[in-house]
C-alpha cells in the first residue's frame, strides 16, 4: 500500500479534499483527529501540556481548551516546539498503527495522510506521493476571516506563520488549485489522483464548509 501526502495551507480547502477521498471510498487518515486523540483527556500528550503550560490550558471539563493553548503558543516559537515535542511522537505512533492496520487488511493500493504540516515537519520525505491544495491569497485570507471570525490583520498573521505557498508549490509532486466552486474542485482533484495513482476515479462536489 502506497501513502498520500495530503496538505494545504489554512483556508485552502485541505479538509475539503480530504472528505471528498474519503467519500469516494478512499481510506484518509486525518492527523488533526489522532492530534485530538493523542491528547484526549487522561493521555500522557495532555499530562504533558498541563505540566509545561499549566492548568490555564484546560476547560471546565478537564479536556484541553484549544483556543486556550493556541494563544499561548502561536506568537511564541519556543512554545510551539514545546508543543510539537509533546504531540508529534503521540500522533506519529497513532499514524504508523492506522498505516499497519490498513496494510494487513490488504484491501486498498493507496491511503491519504492528511497533515497540515506535511513539509514543514519533514513528512513528505515518507510519502510515496504529496499532493498540495493551493489557494490564492485573496481568496485564502477571506476564507480564514469568513471561518474564524479573524479580522483581515489576524488572519494575514495567521496565514504568514505557515510556510510560504511557493515554496510548497515547488515540493510537492502534484498541486490542485483551488480557487472555484466544489465542482472545479472534485474535477481537479480526479485529474490529479489519476496523476499520482493512475487510476480514473470520480469525486462528488459535496457541500461542505472549506478546511
Given at each position: 500500500m502506497k501513502i498520500l501526502g495530503l496538505t494545504g495551507g489554512i483556508g485552502?480547502?485541505?479538509?475539503?479534499?480530504?472528505?471528498?477521498?474519503?467519500?469516494?471510498?478512499?481510506?484518509?487518515?486525518?492527523?488533526?483527529?489522532?492530534?485530538?486523540?493523542?491528547?484526549?483527556?487522561?493521555?500522557?500528550?495532555?499530562?504533558?501540556?498541563?505540566?509545561?503550560?499549566?492548568?490555564?490550558?484546560?476547560d471546565a471539563a478537564g479536556g484541553l481548551d484549544r483556543k486556550a493553548l493556541g494563544a499561548r503558543v502561536f506568537a511564541d516559537d519556543d512554545a510551539r516546539r514545546a508543543l510539537n515535542a509533546l504531540v508529534h511522537p503521540a500522533v506519529a505512533r497513532l499514524a504508523a498503527e492506522r498505516f499497519a492496520a490498513l496494510r494487513d487488511a490488504d484491501v486498498h493500493a493507496w491511503c491519504v495522510y492528511e497533515v497540515p504540516l506535511l513539509f514543514e515537519s519533514g513528512l513528505d520525505a515518507m510519502m510515496d506521493a504529496t499532493l498540495l491544495i493551493a489557494v490564492s491569497e485573496d481568496v485564502q485570507r477571506r476564507r480564514v476571516m469568513d471561518r474564524d471570525g479573524l479580522d483581515a490583520g489576524a488572519a494575514r498573521a495567521r496565514i504568514a506563520a505557515q510556510m510560504p505557498q511557493d515554496e510548497k508549490r515547488q515540493r510537492a509532486d502534484v498541486v490542485v488549485d483551488n480557487d472555484g466552486s466544489l465542482a472545479i474542485l472534485a474535477a481537479r482533484l480526479g485529474e490529479a489522483w489519476r496523476a499520482v495513482t493512475g487510476e480514473d476515479r470520480a469525486f462528488a462536489a459535496t457541500e461542505v464548509p472549506q478546511g
Amino acid at each position: 500500500m502506497k501513502i498520500l501526502g495530503l496538505t494545504g495551507g489554512i483556508g485552502s480547502g485541505k479538509s475539503t479534499v480530504g472528505r471528498m477521498l474519503a467519500a469516494a471510498g478512499i481510506p484518509v487518515i486525518d492527523a488533526d483527529v489522532l492530534a485530538r486523540e493523542a491528547v484526549a483527556p487522561g493521555s500522557p500528550g495532555l499530562a504533558g501540556i498541563v505540566e509545561r503550560f499549566g492548568e490555564g490550558v484546560l476547560d471546565a471539563a478537564g479536556g484541553l481548551d484549544r483556543k486556550a493553548l493556541g494563544a499561548r503558543v502561536f506568537a511564541d516559537d519556543d512554545a510551539r516546539r514545546a508543543l510539537n515535542a509533546l504531540v508529534h511522537p503521540a500522533v506519529a505512533r497513532l499514524a504508523a498503527e492506522r498505516f499497519a492496520a490498513l496494510r494487513d487488511a490488504d484491501v486498498h493500493a493507496w491511503c491519504v495522510y492528511e497533515v497540515p504540516l506535511l513539509f514543514e515537519s519533514g513528512l513528505d520525505a515518507m510519502m510515496d506521493a504529496t499532493l498540495l491544495i493551493a489557494v490564492s491569497e485573496d481568496v485564502q485570507r477571506r476564507r480564514v476571516m469568513d471561518r474564524d471570525g479573524l479580522d483581515a490583520g489576524a488572519a494575514r498573521a495567521r496565514i504568514a506563520a505557515q510556510m510560504p505557498q511557493d515554496e510548497k508549490r515547488q515540493r510537492a509532486d502534484v498541486v490542485v488549485d483551488n480557487d472555484g466552486s466544489l465542482a472545479i474542485l472534485a474535477a481537479r482533484l480526479g485529474e490529479a489522483w489519476r496523476a499520482v495513482t493512475g487510476e480514473d476515479r470520480a469525486f462528488a462536489a459535496t457541500e461542505v464548509p472549506q478546511g
